[in-house]
């Protein structure tokens, strides 16, 4: 919980006014019973002090509109001091709230890539809300419940030792019997509380994954396995649920009994008081201790769902704290500038996720210049797309060094090298909006005339015809409304829009149709030609690649060959072999 107290101390003074307010509030609330036994005490035999006595009945008639005005006066300035409490509170509370999910969505964003790749997009998510939701139960409950309870408890025990010690000490002798009972069964709600938490965010995590899929989901008929499966973890966290309930419920059966007798045997013991004679107690002050009695207990028969709601938040501040302290993606503090990328470097690279079981890619010596296009091919498993997210810094080597411009990646800042990057992979990953909306994502300040010249360089002439509204036009999350074709068009143009320095394309037309992807590789082939910048090919179809100025051939991530598409044919290697195939299963296509 020491992180949650970091965030609140940015918000102290805030957070003083909702503590003054609240005690202000509780004061003014109990000194209105005060009024009230002081009322009875005065007025408890009106016939013998008044009018026996020959006082005026406007005499009794002033008397009892003071008291009166007082406890109006108490009241109004309890119910004042409330509303600005609770809108001080509200104020802490959403700006808490705002600053750890914001913070939490910044740490994730820049946690290293190999962090997003055993974990379902949607947990992460999923465990920031809960913190949110949390923490604004926790600071509502804490002011509201618990501070003012301790207000109330210090007042009461000051008032009650003015008129004896041991009136004081029976108050105070209350609250450890209450808070063990509390504390022993809070200790089961805590082990539930986590459980519930990582159900609800494995949940989360497996709907983000059904919906984000649904186009799977129901092509294949799969609506009713995954609602089973779904409703499986559902049936779980409602058990879990349950149990929480049946503990929380038996506290406060157990708080609720303990507090009524502890309250009975407070108010037989004022009965003792008076009959003794003990600190010359009226009955009006009776009175009053007992208000008091209902306003100090009472909230503590809501001590069961303080401390409910305490483990849920700590579990959640747990996860939070965990995933705030997790290692971000390294930057060097004083980096290296980089300027435009005009060389990229393999030098003696290996790399693998847990390199005691062996690398993906294994002594990869390569330096590319600007205005060359190369391209890299090879068997599936053979290291290609381990090379592109070395490039892109997603990963960094085991073994050896990316190199730009001759400067490692490790001393440079990845945010300046991938301002740089264009990169086309083999699933568009467009977003809901407009044409323009997809585009400006990676430059926000890009004009129309520059989307309408890329989009017109990407060969999007077509699209653009049909969209009612040109650039303007919806195309729906994830760009349902367009072909594959006219996805990977839009995935091109955009990154051309940032005039990339180093652009990749990820086989980019892998899932596409024969003849569209001839369209589209002639498109790359057209951007390639400009030699203005490097350009980095991943294939499966090497008749897409054949115009690279270098071939390199992975086999079990090395390079066993590199060179022309004609030197490598005439080698008669794997990359031969891996075209003569291509070429006859591209005849028997044509036969078919």
């Known amino acids: 919980m020491k992180i949650l107290l970091s965030y609140l101390k940015q918000h102290k003074t805030l957070l003083f006014f909702a503590l003054l307010l609240a005690a202000i509030n509780q004061c003014f609330s109990l000194c209105d019973s005060i009024i009230t036994g002081k009322l009875i005490n005065k007025f408890g035999d009106s016939y013998e002090t008044y009018f026996k006595s020959g006082a005026s009945f406007s005499t009794f008639a002033k008397d009892l509109l003071f008291f009166l005005s007082l406890s109006i006066g108490a009241a109004m300035m309890s119910r004042i001091a409330k509303n600005f409490q609770d809108y001080f509170t509200n104020i802490v509370i959403q700006r808490t709230g705002a600053q750890m999910y914001t913070d939490g969505i910044k740490k994730a964003l820049s946690l290293p890539y190999r962090d997003f790749e055993d974990q379902r997009s949607g947990e992460t998510l999923g465990r920031l809300q809960k913190v949110k939701t949390d923490t604004e139960k926790m600071v509502n409950i804490f002011i509201s419940l618990i501070f003012q309870f301790l207000i109330g408890m210090i007042f009461v025990v000051v008032y009650a030792v003015t008129f004896h010690w041991a009136i004081g000490l029976l108050f105070v002798l209350t609250i450890p019997i209450i808070a063990g009972i509390s504390s022993f069964l809070g200790k089961k709600i805590k082990a539930i509380s986590k459980q519930i938490l990582g159900e609800t965010t494995a949940l989360a995590g497996a709907t983000t994954e059904s919906l984000r899929n649904i186009e799977l989901v129901k092509s294949l008929g799969l609506v009713e396995q995954e609602e089973k499966r779904l409703n499986r973890t559902t049936l779980k966290i409602l058990g879990l649920e349950l149990k929480k309930v049946r503990f929380i419920r038996s506290l406060s059966f157990i708080q609720g ?253 892998s899932a596409l149709d024969s003849l569209t992807e001839e369209e589209i590789s002639e498109t790359i082939r057209k951007i390639s030609s400009s030699k203005d910048q490097i350009t980095i090919q991943i294939a499966h179809r090497l008749s897409t690649i054949m115009h690279a100025d270098k071939i390199v051939v992975l086999e079990q991530g090395e390079i066993v060959e590199q060179g022309k598409h004609e030197d490598l044919l005439n080698e008669k290697g794997l990359y031969f072999a891996m075209w003569r195939q291509q070429i006859g299963e591209r005849k028997k296509e044509l036969l078919s």
């Open 257 to 509: 009994t303990t507090v009524h007798l502890v309250r009975t045997c407070l108010v037989f013991a004022l009965y003792a008081f008076i009959y003794f004679g003990v600190g010359g107690i009226k009955i009006g002050d009776l009175i009053t201790l007992m208000f008091f009695s209902f306003f100090i207990f009472n909230p503590l028969q809501e001590l069961g769902n303080a401390i409910a709601v305490y483990n849920e938040t700590k579990a959640s501040m747990d996860n939070f704290e965990k995933l705030m302290h997790a290692d971000s993606e390294v930057v060097p503090s004083q980096p290296d500038h980089l300027g435009g990328i005009k060389t990229v470097e393999f030098s003696n690279v290996s790399f693998g996720h847990k390199a005691e079981l062996g690398y993906a890619v294994k002594n990869i010596n390569l330096k590319i210049s600007s205005g060359q296009t190369i391209a890299f091919v090879g068997p599936s498993g053979s290291g290609k797309t381990t090379l592109v997210k070395l490039l892109l810094g997603l990963y960094q080597p085991n073994i050896g060094h990316v190199l730009y411009n001759d400067i490692q990646s490790t001393k440079i800042n990845l945010t300046e090298l991938r301002l740089q990057l264009g990169l086309v992979s083999q699933d568009s990953q467009l977003f809901s909006g407009t044409i323009r909306d997809n585009l400006l994502f990676v430059k926000p300040t890009a004009t129309d005339e520059e989307i309408t010249d890329v989009l017109n360089k990407a060969a999007c002439q077509n699209l653009l015809r049909r969209a009612a509204n040109g650039i303007y036009s919806t195309i729906g999350e994830g760009g349902i409304k367009l072909s594959g074709g006219e996805k990977q068009r839009l995935s091109i143009a955009r990154s051309l829009l940032r005039n990339p320095k180093l652009l990749i394309f990820d086989e980019a037309t």
